[in-house]
T-cell receptor, first 112, second 113 residues
């Protein structure tokens, strides 16, 4: 039931792009994305609801393909501040959208 | 808005002792969640409440774990007796309603020796 994230870790140079994938074996109602810096709490980035939507937030955007039961997070022109571990959280049903199951995360390191 | 407030930030205790973790959700948020984070298992949902009522506690590992929410502004997670394998970071999070992003507290780092 835990979503699978790939890749597990990426090292980038500032200005490069990255894509983080999140796949589920079950039909999804919504997908959340969070970023966690070392020693801190996860911070909410965005939520995507059933309907195949795409969202953007500054240079970070995401897509949700409910047929493929997948979501992807796109980081464009990465900045040093993008470093951290990115988690997707999935909800299986509308009624259960408040109950998220998180993937194991993707560790992103952005170097100068 | 002070955010979700957890205490203590760090707790070191001996095996067999009782541990109580505390959480104050954001005012007006109807849902409260307790998660545990370890390197091996990642973020695991332990229990969540809606309007102070426990809805799903299927993630609570054993009877040694219990959680309460006596009112809308306070929740506790208790471990009695504690064991070294309980060592983890415990997060509390809240949301106003479905379809909103979680706001996490700063977490409690629990070490059981």
């Amino acid at each position: 039931q835990q979503p699978v994230q790939s890749p597990q870790a990426v090292i980038l140079r500032e200005g490069e792009d990255a894509v983080i994938n999140c796949s589920s074996s079950k039909a999804l109602y919504s997908v959340h994305w969070y970023r966690q810096k070392h020693g801190e709490a996860p911070v909410f980035l965005m939520i995507l609801l059933k309907g195949g939507e795409q969202k953007g937030h500054d240079k970070i955007s995401a897509s949700f393909n409910e047929k493929k039961q997948q979501s992807s997070l796109y980081l464009t022109a990465s900045q040093l501040s993008y470093s951290g571990t990115y988690f997707c959280g999935t909800a299986l049903t509308q009624g259960g959208s408040e109950k998220l199951v998180f993937g194991k995360g993707m560790k992103l390191t952005v170097n100068p | 808005d002070a955010g979700v407030i957890q205490s203590p930030r760090h707790e070191v205790t001996e095996m067999g002792q009782e541990v109580t973790l505390r959480c104050k959700p954001i005012s007006g948020h109807d849902y409260l969640f307790w998660y545990r984070q370890t390197m091996m298992r990642g973020l695991e949902l332990l229990i969540y409440f809606n309007n102070n009522v426990p809805i799903d506690d299927s993630g609570m590992p054993e009877d040694r774990f219990s959680a309460k929410m006596p009112n809308a502004s306070f929740s506790t997670l208790k471990i009695q007796p504690s064991e070294p394998r309980d060592s983890a970071v415990y997060f509390c999070a809240s949301i106003r309603r479905q379809g909103h992003g979680y706001t996490f507290g700063s977490g409690t780092r629990l070490t059981v020796v």
